[in-house]
Nanobody, 124 residues
Framework: QVQLVESGGGLVQAGGSLRLSCAAS????????MGWFRQGPGKEREFVAA????????YYGDSVKGRATISRDNAKNTVYLHMNSLKPEDTAVYYC?????????????????WGQGTQVTVSS
C-alpha cells in the first residue's frame, strides 16, 4: 500500500508561481509512474502532468503545457509540480496519484493510489 500526501498549496496571485510536493510512503515508489490531476470548482477532475518511474519521461495537459514542470526525487520518495504564470483558472484542488506501472500515464482510471489533495487558489 502506498500513501500520498500533498503539500504546497495556498493562495497565489495571478502571474505568480508555486511548487506542490507529494510525499509517498512505501519502498516501491521508485517503480511507480506518478501524476498530478486537479479539480476546479464545478468542474470534473482533469489531468495536469505525469512522469515515468525514472523521471526521464513526462507529459502535460494542454491547459498547463509550457507553464508546468513535473519532477521526482526517488531518493526522497517525492514528486513535485512546479507551475508558473498562474491564472485564476488554475484554481483547483490538486491531487497526486500513483500508478503501478513504469511508463507515463495520463488516464485517471489507471492510477491506483491518490492523495487527499491540496487547494490552490489563484487571485486575479
Amino acid at each position: 500500500q502506498v500513501q500520498l500526501v500533498e503539500s504546497g498549496g495556498g493562495l497565489v496571485q495571478a502571474g505568480g508561481s508555486l511548487r506542490l510536493s507529494c510525499a509517498a510512503s512505501g519502498r516501491t515508489f521508485s517503480s511507480y509512474a506518478m501524476g498530478w490531476f486537479r479539480q476546479g470548482p464545478g468542474k470534473e477532475r482533469e489531468f495536469v502532468a505525469a512522469i515515468n518511474w525514472s523521471g526521464d519521461s513526462t507529459y502535460y495537459g494542454d491547459s498547463v503545457k509550457g507553464r508546468a514542470t513535473i519532477s521526482r526525487d526517488n531518493a526522497k520518495n517525492t514528486v513535485y509540480l512546479h507551475m508558473n504564470s498562474l491564472k485564476p483558472e488554475d484554481t483547483a484542488v490538486y491531487y497526486c496519484a500513483g500508478a503501478r506501472i513504469k511508463a507515463v500515464v495520463t488516464q485517471e482510471k489507471v492510477y491506483d493510489y491518490w492523495g487527499q489533495g491540496t487547494q490552490v487558489t489563484v487571485s486575479s
